[in-house]
């Protein structure tokens, strides 16, 4: 069973919504990611504001693998290594499904990538603050670990269907994820 790491909050770092696509909501958003003694990497992701006015589907018991996370609220993490171009992109949705992919190069995804095993995902909930804490194996991530370079972010869907892209740091004009300069907390 999965137990999330308590978040230590001075580890928390805030994420900003890209300004050509801000939130109408006030929010705040801040997340961490720390290597594990195992290897795998803990995240923890803290929202918080006026959660009513946004689109958060409820926990589900029986979520999995599901394509397509970022077109609504999720969170997320890139990890990438400082002296290569390939990274692997992991998204999990308040409901508990996940997605993990690979990449080769920027926005190259690598087809014959496959997680051979399951992320955990543990979501807490309150009427002003939503907790997602995820724990991504060992197995899943790029090596060697001592070489991350790791993206937060985190796509926020409002009650009216907006959507608004937040980031430690935003490189592009448009909101965009996948380039390795945004990569810049190390591990």
């Given at each position: 069973m999965f137990n999330p790491v308590s978040a230590d909050s001075s580890a928390l770092v805030p994420l900003s919504a890209?300004?050509?696509?801000?939130c109408s909501e006030k929010l705040q958003l801040a997340a961490q990611a720390a290597r594990l003694a195992d290897g795998?990497?803990?995240?923890?992701?803290?929202?918080?504001?006026a959660l009513e006015r946004l689109k958060l589907?409820?926990?589900?018991?029986?979520?999995g693998f599901a394509d397509g996370l970022w077109q609504h609220s999720c969170f997320e993490v890139f990890v990438g290594l400082s002296d290569a171009p390939r990274y692997h992109e992991f998204n999990f949705a308040p409901s508990?499904?996940?997605?993990?992919?690979?990449?080769?190069?920027?926005?190259?995804?690598d087809p014959h990538w496959s997680p051979a095993l399951a992320p955990q995902c543990a979501v807490r909930r309150s009427a002003q603050q939503l907790s997602?804490?995820?724990?991504?194996?060992?197995?899943?991530?790029?090596?060697?670990?001592?070489?991350?370079q790791i993206g937060l972010t985190a796509v926020i869907e409002t009650a009216s269907g907006a959507l608004s892209y937040w980031a430690l740091k935003h490189v592009a004009a448009q909101p965009d994820f996948h380039q390795a300069a945004s990569f810049i907390l190390p591990r």
């Open positions: 890209h300004p050509a696509a801000p795998s990497l803990q995240l923890h992701f803290e929202l918080a504001g589907p409820p926990w589900q018991d029986t979520a508990g499904h996940w997605a993990a992919y690979a990449f080769s190069a920027e926005r190259q995804r997602l804490s995820a724990q991504i194996p060992a197995a899943l991530l790029p090596a060697p670990a001592s070489a991350w």
